[in-house]
């Protein structure tokens, strides 16, 4: 059984910032634990717009606070997503988020991320493994 919290994860390597200062995220449960999933704790900060497309995985997003408009990079389509809505990245689609204010949002990732992953110039997380995280 693992038993962890936000505040234990605080500034250590669970607790990452993106490049472009637009979020952050705690990893309560990365690859390295085994289980088919990886799951986060995701702030996207309020004003910034971050383009996302992960084309290695799938991910669902729980908001728990704030409010952000989603769009669909392919389609055009916008979502306006609050508290209590999830959205599923089931087709690998090209995003962006748009948050309105500090968006507050749990994160679930298959496969697992190793918690050193961060979007690259396409907005993409590169595939790592575990033999990979060392």
Known sequence: MIVRSLREIENTDRHLRSASGTWESKRLILARERVGFSLHETVLYAGTETSMWYANHVEAVLCVEGEAELTDEETGETHWISPGTLY??????????????????????????????DHDENGVYPLLTETEEG
């Not at 988020?97 to 679930?108: E, G, N, Q, S, Y």
Request: aromatic share 6%; hydrophobic share 25%.
């Open 88 to 117: 599923l990245l089931d087709g690998h689609e090209r995003h962006t988020l748009r948050p309105k204010t500090d968006f507050r949002c749990v994160c679930v990732f298959n496969p697992p991320v190793t918690g050193r992953e």
